[in-house]
């Protein structure tokens, strides 16, 4: 199971680099850039939707699931890629949008040219409710009616995401089959795997009753992308998505089909499946469902602490079935970015090493993503020019509704649009960040700290700089088999400031310690007879049975 012991980094193609000069990322951009990965240490790309797509969902509204998105190359660029990483010892997996197409997907197409059409049951289609209206009272995740009027053939068509995002009839075997020979498409090719995308909504119950519950588009919304942040505790917004469940999402079918598409990944030799959820139902018995998933419980939090953290992977490490995993992330393409979700706003630059060191020593695999390892912050929107993110968009026209002012939504899409974690990678300090010619406008506009040390040249010649902080990291996870494959067990005071915990295999026992604050943590232990591998306090040595840990630590020593 080489996904244990991997470092995966997930790439935004649109904004990752630009190798044609236009202003968005490409796939010939991630193969000028693979040999920094290298260096970097990162075992597995993740890439994020480079399908052909409308882009209404930035590339979550796929088009054709067996081609690439001309903005960002040809197939052949795409092979090109892959060969490439696999010569370097990277693996690469992709995003797989199973719950829904693009509308403009041809498959879709057909599927409204009539209700005679073979493809008619492709989608979910039904008639207008008793009232002439909708067939009942669902509503899309991100507001409004889930319903989409089609006035040539008569009936609506279902949307869990956007209008133009229609879901897919997985309970037509045709559906299944199309879906499961894209997917071999990419593993022929050579793909490691995928990552399996909004699993949890593929089913819906097929009696189609109304929710009993009342629902609000405004507080769903800005639960969902707010939640994280302040305006709800993760409790409430758990509780805000229970009318979704067992109606629109979470039917137990999903399980079964998880077992079908497990089969079919399995006649591939040393293939992934890791499905967008931190439901451990999905991994089965550990061999029949998805090889693992995410635990996103750290993410949830406003901010990390050693009380968090120890809860949490006891919760993990107790739960996991035998044979299956989990990875741990702090940020992705949907979240903000772990400089500004977990920094205090005086001791940023700290906090993001302690999450470095959290993300690359504790069990299960790290799930980086771009910049994270520079220390990219999330980018408000100046304008409503500037928004990219549909949902941004969405969220606009119901304050409207709500009577909000544009000066309080753009307030507001500062902090939760999606596009303040989507912006293009500083590789340097020339305009555009090297990401983009200085005369070209980029998709996205460029964070301007680039020009102040946040970019990956001046950061790679600063062996002090977070970029090394990444790579001494990585590196020394790699080469320890105790921080790869150990098990995990706490030894710091239930009460400390500081986390403590021990990773250990038969061979070898390793001892990490992380401050979490701006203060000195006195820290009793038998130090005396270890052996230092790492220390942000540039200890080389320890001779003592008690050490005063520096503000913001991190301390790695191997017992002998």
């Known amino acids: 199971m080489w996904w244990k ?51 209404v969902d930035v590339g979550y509204d796929v088009a054709d699931y067996t081609d690439v998105n001309p903005e960002y190359g040809s197939l052949d660029d795409f092979r090109t890629m892959l060969n490439e990483a696999h010569a370097r010892g990277i693996r690469v997996i992709l995003d797989m949008v199973l719950n829904h197409t693009s509308d403009l997907h041809r498959w879709f197409i057909d599927s409204k040219s009539s209700k005679d059409n073979p493809k008619r049951d492709w989608y979910v289609w039904k008639d207008p409710g008793k009232d002439g209206g909708t067939p009942n009272n669902w509503d899309s995740i991100f507001g409004g009616s889930a319903w989409e009027w089609d006035e040539a053939t008569g009936q609506y068509y279902y949307h869990y995401f956007l209008k133009e995002q229609p879901d897919l009839n997985w309970r037509n075997p045709e559906v299944e089959k199309a879906m499961f020979d894209s997917m071999r498409f990419w593993l022929d090719m050579g793909v490691d795997g995928f990552r399996l995308d909004a699993i949890g909504t593929i089913f819906e119950d097929t009696g189609y009753p109304d929710h009993k519950s009342p629902y609000n588009a405004y507080d769903a919304i800005k639960a969902f992308w707010l939640g994280k942040e302040g305006d709800f505790d993760p409790e409430e917004v758990s509780q805000r998505f229970q009318w979704h469940f067992g109606l629109q999402q979470d039917l137990p079918e999903i399980h079964d089909l998880m077992k079908r598409m497990r089969q079919m990944i399995d006649e591939y030799d040393d293939r992934l499946l890791v499905g967008e959820t931190s439901d451990l139902k999905y991994l089965g018995k550990g061999d029949n ?253 320890i001779d003592s049975v008690t050490i005063d840990l520096q503000p913001f630590e991190v301390l790695i020593v191997e017992l002998l």
């Open 289 to 541: 469902q998805l090889h693992a998933v995410f635990n996103f419980d750290l993410l949830a939090k406003n901010r990390l602490s050693p009380e968090i953290v120890r809860q949490n992977q006891q919760k993990w490490l107790v739960s996991v079935p035998h044979g299956a995993w989990f990875g741990n992330t702090l940020n992705n393409h949907d979240q903000s970015r772990t400089k500004t979700h977990y920094g205090d706003g005086v001791h940023d630059a700290e906090l993001a090493r302690v999450s470095a060191a959290l993300m690359l020593t504790l069990s299960g695999t790290p799930y980086l993503y771009y910049g994270e390892e520079i220390g990219m912050k999330d980018y408000a929107v100046q304008s409503f020019d500037e928004v990219r993110d549909m949902v941004a968009a969405v969220y606009r026209r119901l304050m409207r509704e709500d009577g909000r002012s544009d000066e309080q939504i753009l307030k507001d899409l500062a902090t939760f649009s999606r596009d303040r974690c989507r912006t293009p990678m500083q590789w340097d300090d020339a305009p555009n960040a090297g990401f983009s010619p200085a005369d070209v406008q980029t998709w996205l506009p460029v964070h301007d700290s680039y020009a102040q040390g946040v970019n990956v040249a001046q950061q790679k010649q600063d062996e002090t700089s977070l970029l090394h902080f990444f790579r001494t990291l990585i590196h020394l996870r790699k080469t320890t088999p105790a921080l790869l494959e150990g098990s995990y067990a706490q030894i710091d005071p239930e009460s400390s400031e500081y986390l403590a915990y021990l990773r250990q295999t038969d061979d070898q026992t390793c001892a990490v310690f992380i401050n979490f604050t701006p203060d000195a943590q006195p820290v009793a232990y038998r130090f005396n007879g270890t052996k230092v591998l790492f220390s942000s306090g540039n200890r080389s040595s």
């Open 5 to 55: 012991n991997a470092v995966v980094y997930q790439i935004y193609p649109r904004s990752f680099a630009d190798a044609n000069g236009d202003g968005i990322g490409d796939i010939p951009g991630i193969t000028s850039k693979l040999d920094y990965l290298k260096w970097l240490g990162v075992d597995v790309l993740w890439i994020s939707p480079h399908y052909p797509s409308p882009q």
